[in-house]
Each structure stands twice: as C-alpha cells, then as structure tokens.
C-alpha cells in the first residue's frame, strides 16, 4: 500500500443532516486517492453542528489534514461555526462557480456544503473544482492575510 501524505488527506465532518451528502462524498474522496479523515457524525441522530465543525477546524490546526469538508443542511451553521476558528477559511459553495472562487480569490481551506440544497452531481462538482484550482495569491494574497 503506498504512504500517502498529509496532501492526500481531506478532513470531512457533518451534523445529522449533512451525514448522507458526507457518506457519499468520502467514497468520492477515496475513488480520487484521497484518504478520509472522518471526524462524524456517524448517523441521523441529531447533534450540534458547532462540533463537528470545531472537530474540523482543531484536525487541520493539528496539520492532519490540509483541506476539509463540511456538510449540514443548509451549510449555513457550518459556515459561522467554522470561520469562528482562526485560520479557518471556509466557504459555502453551491456550484462549481463558487467553489472555484473560493479557492482563487480567497485560498478557502474548508468547502462547506448544505445537504438538503444541493444533488450529488453538484457536490462533486464542488469537491473536484475545490480540490483542483489553486489560489491565484497576486493581490488577493494581500486581502487573504488580512484575515488573520
């Protein structure tokens, strides 16, 4: 089996009503190589999104992952809990337009996702742009920075 690195490795996290979109979107994940790094929920049962978005935050902050995934209903809860974390860029996405954007113009590190708003074939668009387009840095870098 070959090493993989922390390059390869995308933290994924979803409350009960984002835990079918994060099912499937880790068997995309590892269909591209990636390897999983799954921080639950594990079920529908309902729980408090600000955890597993904060479990999130903590396994990028703690280097085991570079990139991560979060998925609710509407991906709204996810976003504020997420970007209450310094270092954390995380951005809702709802088409590939915007995930492109998120990772050019503002080095997203957190693709944020609202299960009961998009299909599937939507979300992997939004996961395969998120994991492939770089940031643009330029003047953008500048604005990113102050971010903090």
Partial sequence: MPETSIADTVALAADHAGYELKATLAAILRERGLTVLDLGTT????????????ALAKALKAGRATRGILACGSGIGMSIAAN???GIRAALCHDGLTARLARQHNDANVLVLGGRL???????DCVE????TP???????????KLG
Avoid at 129 to 132: C, E, G, V
Avoid at 135 to 145: D, K, M, P, Q
């Fill in 43 to 54: 079920s529908r049962e309902s729980v408090d999104y600000p955890d597993f978005a904060a």
């Fill in 84 to 86: 209450r974390h310094p």
């Fill in 118 to 124: 998009i299909g599937i074939e939507t979300a992997r």
């Fill in 129 to 132: 742009t998120f994991l492939t």
């Fill in 135 to 145: 940031f643009e840095g330029g003047r953008h870098a500048r604005r990113v920075a």
